[in-house]
T-cell receptor
Framework: QQQVKQSPQSLIVQKGGISIINCAYENTAFDYFPWYQQFPGKGPALLIAIRPDVSEKKEGRFTISFNKSAKQFSLHIMDSQPGDSATYFCAASYSGSRLTFGEGTQLTVNP | DVKVTQSSRYLVKRTGEKVFLECVQDMDHENMFWYRQDPGLGLRLIYFSYDVKMKEKGDIPEGYSVSREKKERFSLILESASTNQTSMYLC??????????FGDGTRLSIL
């Protein structure tokens, strides 16, 4: 049973725009929510992560927004660049256990 | 930098063959993981290991087995390959309660 639902499956954004990817989870025991970025031919790499004691975390142009009551979290990419074109995965885990991944979003940023 | 090395980038095998996928990490990580990645399904956990000679089933272990005889090496075994095991296979490693580091994957085709 898929416990982390991710949307949209694909996203096309113009250079300079804002990319938004959403995830929803079911297990209220989850306490760690990372986002991974994957370029073609490469494995996923950790981009940014958040724990539920904060509602937002920002690193450069990347921001995670977290809504504990709605059991949702999202990735915002500000000033999107063609180099951001990649597949993005959200994930969740609890107490250092194994990660459960979302289905992935293929982001294309047009020049 | 953490390096997770998967022995083959591309592999073509025949139905019924026994297939070995090898993964080596150079950072003395306790945890190692095997995932398969399919479009629209994200990353699904096959098996993981928290220590040498230990293994735990993930979400889709059927048709697979694993071996961890040394801390740095985690092998995935397809006992009798079938066409529905054609996929991208990703290995990852991590210290306890730390982010996972991924290899670049093995694209396996079963004919």
């Amino acid at each position: 049973q898929q416990q982390v639902k991710q949307s949209p499956q694909s996203l096309i954004v113009q250079k300079g725009g804002i990319s938004i990817i959403n995830c929803a989870y079911e297990n209220t025991a989850f306490d760690y929510f990372p986002w991974y970025q994957q370029f073609p031919g490469k494995g996923p790499a950790l981009l940014i992560a958040i724990r539920p004691d904060v509602s937002e975390k920002k690193e450069g142009r990347f921001t995670i927004s977290f809504n504990k009551s709605a059991k949702q979290f999202s990735l915002h990419i500000m000033d999107s660049q063609p180099g951001d074109s990649a597949t993005y995965f959200c994930a969740a885990s609890y107490s250092g256990s194994r990660l459960t991944f979302g289905e992935g979003t293929q982001l294309t940023v047009n020049p | 930098d953490v390096k997770v090395t998967q022995s083959s980038r591309y592999l073509v095998k025949r139905t019924g063959e026994k297939v070995f996928l090898e993964c080596v990490q150079d950072m003395d990580h306790e945890n190692m993981f095997w995932y398969r990645q399919d479009p629209g399904l994200g990353l699904r956990l096959i098996y993981f290991s928290y220590d040498v000679k230990m293994k735990e089933k993930g979400d889709i272990p059927e048709g697979y087995s694993v071996s961890r005889e040394k801390k740095e090496r985690f092998s995935l075994i397809l006992e009798s390959a079938s066409t529905n095991q054609t996929s991208m296979y990703l290995c990852a490693s991590s210290p306890p309660d730390q982010p996972q580091h991924f290899g670049d994957g093995t694209r396996l085709s079963i004919l």
